[in-house]
């Protein structure tokens, strides 16, 4: 090779290369998206639930403004994408939509919302009643009211009477006088909690509390009460215990009658979805309602042959279902199934079939778009993730021939009808899965086969025998029903709490990271929304998110925001608390954020436990070394020099109130000033590591701001610790 050609360019430069293994690669993404050009449309609500998502998920102003520039950008990237591409139409619409979802919650959060009240305090209301709703389960009644003359008060207060105390004449358009502790909406206890702070901001509640006698009617309620309310003291009065308070659940939505052991039976089998207004209740009205009309319209021979039958009954069954959507207060997964049924009884009007994904998808667009803050609620995920899971399960090619009808024996007809339920009670069970999991902290596990009686016997024996008890209630012939009714129900309740009581009947984890869980949707969706082989790929991320929920290490202390609560983690995997006499709610939330099943002993019994009047030392275990925790168990102030030994001696300190800056342990000092700044916390020794319920810089409009200093309501700075004498550890 002569010498000069070594310093010619080269045939085939890399970038040349790289540009073509683009363009191939462009290429072959717009043939596989031309195959799948019916399911793109799919992810319209997708894009914007993200945009909701990150604002929730992201702490602030310049975050989400940061999101929305982010998702302007991807739509700018697609621009430059050749035109008439399906990709340069998806990233634009994804882009804007995104953009869209954080810009309407935000909007939403700013012109709607109700901000909670500053601090805690006691006061004396007088307030008009917006509504009453009793709740027999727990011996009170709940009533939302508007503060007269009460400037300083939020404009909605949420406040539980006990029934003892409830004067004559409560109910809506009442005015009432009584004194009342008023809080901010609870934040979570613990990270992973239920946070009703953000629940209680969209639905305009600013504080909260429980009502002390004597409560002085001021105004009595004029006349009669929603339907809503006389309907459920009807049915009270029809059905027994336990079955009473399922019948009302059904009837009218509320589920304040059911005790707690039968709601968490409901849970632990898979079955609580029944307890909730949804598809499958709207659907059976409206089934019974087309039904009905066909049938009654089909004795007349000239309205056989004349009418429009189709179209009559599906108007009357469309009539039923927002009737029925209002009746039972006009929840997400009613609203959702009702939009959806109504879109159905369009199609089927117009001689179309109209159960296909872009139904579930115009649904969830609707929701979103007027309910945003849905969005992150379990109630709008686990009706939609079902649905989604139902439909794309029976729009499969295989499935829906093995579901076909056929001539065949009957004996071979029910065990097909037997194995197609069992299949999608499973599938359903798998995609609500990583819900529970998450939001929870405990999963199903046989609830695909509790389904296989507990959903016929729902659909086909209880709700025709209740409607049809309250429809004879009008001419008095209605008691056999509600007998009937009420048998039926003792049945569910029994399989319900005979597979409960099975050990494999749920799973338990500890608080589900947020990363792990969105990942595991994102995969979930992936695999439902696409129809080519490619969807499989979604597997990849629901896999990695199933190991690392098996490897989740549970937290070994976990602490309230208040602070006054804490859970330890025994070498022998048990659970103690601090304090013996805490209730059954902060025993339940500690459990569960744990991934702990068994009762919760007393700190103070442990072995490893020194224990005063005052304070409580405790050694530990995790990590391969020992950790020395101290916590605080009273209001007493210690003596110096023996809490500032103690102090210098502990890895670990924690307290409800603030501690004085000589308290110097080895790691961690957790007190007051801290918790208000963090929520609660649950540590993880094992890897030294700490989650909290708030992010920094959080600002949300929910998060109730810090107390400033008032002479009204005392210092803000902790009393000092003084030099008495204390027992020492």
């Known amino acids: 090779m002569p010498p000069s050609m070594a310093f010619e360019p080269r045939q085939t430069s890399l970038m040349v290369e790289v540009a073509t293994r683009l363009r191939a690669g462009f290429a072959g993404v717009e043939r596989w998206l031309e195959k799948e050009r019916e399911q793109v449309p799919l992810w319209a609500p997708i894009a914007l639930g993200v945009g909701i998502a990150a604002w929730f998920a992201l702490p602030h102003r310049m975050a989400w403004l940061a999101f929305c520039c982010g998702a302007l950008a991807l739509g700018c990237v697609g621009v430059l994408l050749p035109e008439g591409a399906r990709l340069r139409r998806m990233m634009v619409a994804g882009g804007v939509l995104a953009c869209m979802g954080c810009v309407l919650i935000w909007g939403k959060a700013l012109l709607l919302g109700e901000p909670p009240l500053a601090r805690a305090t006691f006061v004396q209301v007088t307030g008009d009643v917006l509504s009453v709703r009793a709740v027999p389960a727990q011996q009170m009644v709940r009533a939302m009211l508007r503060p007269v003359a009460a400037p300083t008060l939020p404009k909605v207060i949420r406040v ?25 909406p609870a934040p979570p ?23 002390l006698k004597p409560i002085k009617m001021v105004k009595p309620a004029t006349g009669a009460p929603p339907l809503r309310t006389r309907l459920f003291a009807h049915i009270a009065g029809q059905v027994d215990d336990p079955a009473k308070g399922i019948a009302i659940a059904l009837a009218t939505g509320d589920q304040g ?24 209740h709207v659907t059976a ?23 429009p039958l189709m179209l009559i009954a599906a108007t009357g069954g469309a009539l039923a279902g927002v009737g029925y959507t209002l009746l039972t207060g006009a929840e997400v997964p009613t609203v959702r199934s009702c939009i959806a049924a109504l879109l159905v009884l369009g199609g089927l009007a117009m001689g179309r079939d109209a159960i296909t994904l872009r139904l579930v998808a115009t649904g969830a667009l609707i929701v979103l778009i007027f309910w945003p803050e849905a969005l992150v609620g379990p109630s709008f995920q686990m009706s939609f993730a079902a649905v989604t899971a139902l439909v794309a399960l029976a729009e499969h090619k295989r499935f829906r021939a093995f579901a076909a009808a056929r001539d065949e024996a009957r004996w071979r007809k029910i065990g097909r009808m037997l194995l197609v339920t069992l299949a999608t009670g499973f599938v359903i069970e798998l995609v609500l899965m990583p819900i529970a999991l998450f939001h929870f902290h405990k ?106 929920i098996l490897l989740l290490s549970p937290p070994d202390i976990l602490v309230t925001g208040d602070g006054r609560h804490v859970a330890v983690r025994t070498p022998d995997e048990r659970m103690a608390i601090l304090r013996a006499g805490a209730g059954d709610y902060v025993r339940d939330v500690l ?27 405790v050694g530990l275990i995790a990590g391969g070394r020992p950790w020395q925790l101290l916590v605080t168990r009273s209001d007493m102030l210690v003596d110096r020099a023996t809490f500032a030994r103690d102090c210098a001696a502990a890895d670990i300190v924690i307290a409800d109130r603030g501690l004085p800056r000589w308290c110097r342990p080895r790691w961690l000092k957790i007190d007051r000033r801290l918790l208000a700044r963090t929520g609660g916390m649950a540590i993880d020794l094992d890897h030294a590591t700490i989650r909290t319920v708030r992010q920094a810089g959080d600002a949300h409009p929910w998060i109730a701001p810090s107390p400033k200093r008032s002479r009204r309501y005392g210092p803000s700075k902790p009393r000092p610790f003084d030099a008495r004498p204390r027992p020492q550890l």
């Open 257 to 280: 009658a059911i005790a707690e052991v039968d709601a968490e039976a409901m849970r632990n089998s898979g079955l609580a979805h029944l307890l909730y207004i949804s598809g499958l």
């Open 443 to 548: 999963a199903g596990m046989l609830g695909a086969f509790a389904n296989i009686i507990a959903i016929p016997l729902t659909t086909f024996v209880v709700m025709p025998l209740e409607a049809l008890a309250l429809l004879f209630d009008l001419v008095g012939l209605s008691a056999p029903f509600w007998w009937l009714t009420q048998q039926a129900l003792t049945l569910l309740l029994m399989i319900a709490h005979g597979v409960s009581a099975s050990p494999w009947a749920t799973m338990l984890t500890p608080s589900v990271p947020a990363f792990v869980f969105a990942g595991m949707m994102a995969g979930l969706l992936w695999c439902l929304l696409w129809r080519s082989r490619w969807r499989w790929l979604g597997l990849g991320p629901v896999g990695a998110g199933v190991i690392a």
């Open 189 to 211: 206890s613990v990270p992973g909690g239920y946070d009703f702070a953000a629940r209680a901001y969209f639905q305009g509640i600013g504080a909260t509390g429980k009502a």
């Open 160 to 184: 539980n009477i006990a029934e003892s105390d409830v004067p004559d004449g409560l109910g809506e358009g009442a005015r009432i006088r009584f004194r009342v502790r008023l809080m901010p």
């Open 591 to 617: 459990s569960e954020s744990a991934g702990y099943d068994g009762a919760l002993e007393p700190i103070a019994r442990l072995p490893q436990a020194r224990c005063s009047s005052d304070l409580c030392a």
């Open 285 to 307: 009205l409206i089934g019974a309602v087309i039904f009905l009309l066909m049938r009654v319209m089909a004795l007349s021979r000239r309205a056989a042959l004349d009418w």
